[in-house]
């Protein structure tokens, strides 16, 4: 593997592109069209390309920051420039909103995909360019997954039901809450319960799925022991706590997706709950070799 490609696999953080997958299939799964893998496949292409240029242009706003505090990230270093950067995290966002409106024009589902795919684009510069020292940044951080619940939904020909908008709820407080435990210095502290109040929505919001089925018990188990887990991380003593936790939360998110997907009840809901499952510790894996935060 070339240096350049070894450097833009560290740009994209692409070991966190197993759960953008699993928000794809969710997405779908949730709007009852019925995830057809072709669809899956092309829309979760398109999203990558998106999520990748979305922390592409990450690293090109934050290399002042990043020159202070984390002077080895590849622009800081002189791996390679700015502009580059912000060429390419650019670029793919709008590959992969015109792949998705191309899907749509093809498949004759009107404008609505290529639209808010192009929010999901908006969106994802928005949070690039205003994330540091916004204490709505964990909402945006959400609002991007949300989003591509919703692009999925729109570019399968699915509808943004009550199951779309209950799970895009879900994962939004999932997220935020993810980022709220992160920066909690003493978990048991009362200032500090807010944080685990958020991450306590999303399995309020999915007490039925254990009653569907085997799948959605075993989702909603795993889901349940991925963030006890986390928590324990970030209330032990070792310095890579935090990291460790928050790749942990990230992996979660499949899992969360599978909890929803199970609690749809669809057709062929637990065939695509343990795909999505299989996220987690892919995501896990994929963290190994290169870093996701």
């Known amino acids: 593997m070339s240096s350049r490609a070894r450097v833009y696999l560290r740009l994209g953080r692409v070991s966190n592109l197993p759960t953008v997958w699993t928000n794809v299939l969710c997405g779908m799964a949730l709007s009852g069209s019925g995830p057809r893998a072709s669809e899956v496949a092309l829309v979760g292409f398109a999203v990558s390309l998106m999520y990748v240029g979305g922390m592409f242009l990450n690293d090109a706003f934050d290399r002042e920051i990043d020159a202070r505090e984390r002077p080895e990230r590849p622009i800081p270093s002189g791996l390679v420039s700015a502009r580059e950067v912000f060429a390419v995290g650019y670029g793919l966002l709008v590959a992969g909103v015109l792949i998705v409106g191309g899907h749509a024009y093809v498949a004759h589902r009107g404008m609505a995909p290529a639209l808010a795919s192009a929010l999901l684009a908006g969106a994802i510069v928005l949070y690039d360019a205003w994330h540091k020292g916004n204490p ?107 990291p460790r936790a928050v790749v942990t939360l990230i992996a979660g998110i499949s899992l969360l997706d599978a909890v929803l997907i199970a609690k749809s009840g669809a057709p062929g809901a637990g065939g695509a709950a343990a795909l999505a499952m299989m996220g987690f510790p892919l995501t896990l894996a994929m963290q190994r070799v290169v870093r996701g935060t």
């Not at 994962?171 to 807010?194: C, D, H, M, P």
């Open 136 to 242: 709505l940044s964990p909402a945006l951080m959400g609002a991007c997954r949300v989003l591509v619940y919703v692009s999925a939904a729109l570019a399968a020909g699915g509808q943004l039901g009550s199951a779309v908008i209950g799970g895009g709820v879900a994962l939004l407080f999932y997220l935020i809450g993810l980022t709220a435990i992160a920066k909690q210095e003493n978990l048991l502290a009362v200032r500090s319960l807010w944080a685990l109040g958020f991450m306590a929505v999303p399995f309020l919001a999915t007490l039925g799925a254990p009653l569907t089925g085997t799948m959605g018990t075993i989702a909603y188990g795993a889901l349940a022991g991925c963030v006890i887990h986390a928590v324990k991380l970030l209330r032990g003593t070792r310095k890579d706590r935090i």
